[in-house]
């Protein structure tokens, strides 16, 4: 009797050491996806970084262009007021040395 009970002693104790390791093994898996995880957010977090100042550099350009393109536009503006000015001023000379 005390043969058989330490039989089942014996199973029950390998079977336990057989699940812990099952249990490390797991945990150990876990642990390495976890660290993966971890790295690919790293890398994520690091190219949203660069998406960021990027884009901070094409707001910076985008409105120094429009500003740029803004003053020509004015300068044209103005400058073809004048020259219009200018135009009516010699229509109306030749007008009158025309009616003269």
Known sequence: MLEIILIIVL??????LAGMFLLFGAVGAGRRENAQQAGVMAQLTQQLE???TRQDGLNQTLETNLRSGQDNI????????KTLGALQEQIGKLKSDSER
Do not use: E, V
């Open 50 to 52: 660069q998406i960021r």
């Open 11 to 16: 199973f029950l104790t390998a079977a336990g």
């Open 74 to 81: 004015n300068r044209y503006l103005t400058d073809s007021g």
